[in-house]
């Protein structure tokens, strides 16, 4: 079946510039998480959708960086004013319920010049 | 923060068997063990998890020791592109009171010809 798909693969925008990355996850799978990774560097965790419950937050870097989820399915992940330090891979993943296994989707590179 | 310790590299010789050790000393009672990989440039890809009993399914065989203390991550017969970084993890809560994966340097497979 389709797994977890993110757009765009590759995001290029100037420093200052607000993104926008979405995030589609396994149909049916209630947890969402938003992860970012750095080159060279771990799993960084941004935060965590799970249903209609108030989202799980504590990950976000700074009030520039925020994710809605409308439907409980489709989740986009918005970073305002970019700066460059906020090149990375971001990383989407899905789990039928939370405390399950979660599964990754690809990942959208974003490189702030 | 990561719970489990791993060595930062191994070779397997094509065909043959790749044991991953992993040490995760600290685990609870209740902490499942994720392996995932993550071949450059693409998403985490899940592979095994377990709890007590030891583990198998068409990609890996997944060994816990009786004290749970450790646990290794068996390949039964390598290819090339099984050549990736490899993770063993062990879900860490959040400040906002979720849980989340932390990867933390994860050992770099590279089966060889």
């Known amino acids: 079946g389709a797994g977890v798909s993110q757009s765009p693969s590759n995001k290029v925008t100037e420093k200052g510039k607000d993104v926008e990355l979405r995030c589609d996850p396994i149909?049916?799978?209630?947890?969402l998480y938003w992860y970012r990774q750095s080159l060279g560097q771990g799993l960084e965790f941004l935060i965590y959708f799970q249903g209609n419950s108030a989202p799980d937050k504590s990950g976000l870097p700074s009030d520039r960086f925020s994710a809605e989820r409308t439907g409980g399915s489709v989740s986009t992940l918005t970073i305002q004013r970019t700066q460059q330090e906020d090149s990375a891979v971001y990383l989407c993943?899905?789990?039928?319920?939370?405390?399950?296994?979660?599964?990754f989707g690809p990942g959208t590179r974003l490189l702030v010049l | 923060d990561a719970k489990t310790t791993q060595p930062p590299s191994m070779d397997c010789a094509e065909g043959r068997a790749a044991n991953l050790p992993c040490n995760h000393s600290t685990i609870s009672g209740n902490e499942y063990v994720y392996w995932y990989r993550q071949i450059h440039s693409q998403g985490p890809q899940y592979i095994i998890h377990?709890?007590?009993n030891n583990e198998t399914n068409e990609m890996a065989s997944l060994i816990i020791t009786e004290d749970r203390k450790s646990s290794t991550l068996i390949l039964p017969h390598a290819t090339l592109r099984d050549t990736a970084v490899y993770y063993c993890i062990v879900r860490v809560a959040t400040q906002g009171g979720s849980e989340k994966l932390v990867f933390g340097k994860g050992t770099k497979l590279t089966v060889n010809p």
């Open positions: 149909s049916g799978h209630t947890a």
């Open positions: 993943a899905s789990s039928q319920n939370r405390g399950e296994t979660q599964y």
């Open positions: 377990g709890l007590k």
